[in-house]
């Protein structure tokens, strides 16, 4: 016997039905000597080329204003080694993904106080000078903050974000409208969904970068020891403003430098090959 369903109830049905439908499970890099095999869920009306053009003019618009002001650097000593690491990367990011090989990969300094890096999707990346100056980087260490940045890149992080937030957003009006939810109680459900959801996620991809990364650099010939160096620096930097790791979308240093030195063994025959390679 058919049952007649409430219109409400069957509208959030249906914003839940088009949510799963529109999704598609993929597996964007090969798993590596780190094992990185987590099966991802993409919306096929997002694809890569759609992401990569979006970032690719966000990433224009911040050198733009960068060059504006000065800081953008393409001459000094930062951006020559910024360029050698990402060029030795670059060249390894094919065996985690072949296309990689064909991405319009760009590389830039900007010269900031910021302790950051990113890898935007399409291998758009940009490196702040205070990154390597304040932390006093080494070229290892440098490769193992760009790996890991990279390693977002061919993961698709970015994407996969802009999915969940897709059907996050269709799943919250099915919802809205079948319980009839104010927008404050909704604005309450947004938080609950940021927290029991999105942060967990991102803890999850920051741990696929840090292993990933760690493998690019070892297969570049960089020590991946110098994982642990770094966010030892990067801790001793924090200090006591480090968040409590289930409020933060990284993990906390402790959990961070535990996990990559469970993996380092699994790459260090990578580094030693690559080593007598020159």
């Not at 997002?46 to 990433?59: C, E, F, G, I, N």
């Not at 000094?76 to 296309?99: N, Y």
Request: neutral net charge; charged residues 20%.
């Amino acid at each position: 016997m058919l049952i007649a369903l409430p219109k409400k109830l069957a509208l959030c049905l249906l914003a839940a039905s088009l949510a799963l439908a529109g999704c598609q499970s993929v597996n964007t890099t090969n798993a590596g000597a780190v094992g990185v095999d987590r099966k991802q869920y993409m919306f096929s009306m997002l694809s890569s080329q759609q992401v990569d053009q979006m970032y690719a003019q966000s990433y224009l618009q911040t050198l733009g204003e960068a060059k504006t002001k000065g800081a953008l650097e393409n001459t000094g000593s930062d951006a020559r080694r910024v360029q050698l690491v990402a060029d030795r990367l670059i060249r390894q990011t094919p065996f985690f993904r072949p296309d990689a090989a064909q991405w319009k990969w760009e590389v830039n300094v900007i010269k900031s106080d910021e302790l950051n890096a990113n890898c935007g999707p399409g291998g758009k990346i940009i490196v702040y000078s205070g990154l390597i100056d304040t932390l006093k980087l080494s070229d290892d260490e440098l490769a193992a903050v760009m790996g890991h940045e990279i390693a977002h890149a061919l993961r698709e992080h970015g994407r996969e974000a802009m999915s969940k937030a897709y059907g996050i957003e269709i799943a919250k009006q099915g919802v809205g409208a079948y319980f009839g939810l104010s927008q404050d109680s909704l604005a309450l459900a947004d938080n609950v969904v940021n927290y029991s959801l999105t942060l967990p996620n991102s803890r999850a991809n920051e741990n696929e970068a840090d292993l990933i990364g760690l493998e690019l650099a070892a297969r570049a010939g960089y020590n991946p020891n110098a994982a642990i160096s770094l966010w030892k620096k990067m801790d001793a930097q924090a200090g006591s403003n480090a968040p409590p790791e289930f409020m933060s979308t990284h993990p906390a240093s402790s959990s961070r430098v535990t996990s990559l030195q469970e993996a380092i063994p699994k790459v260090m025959p990578l580094y030693l090959a690559a080593s007598k390679k020159g």
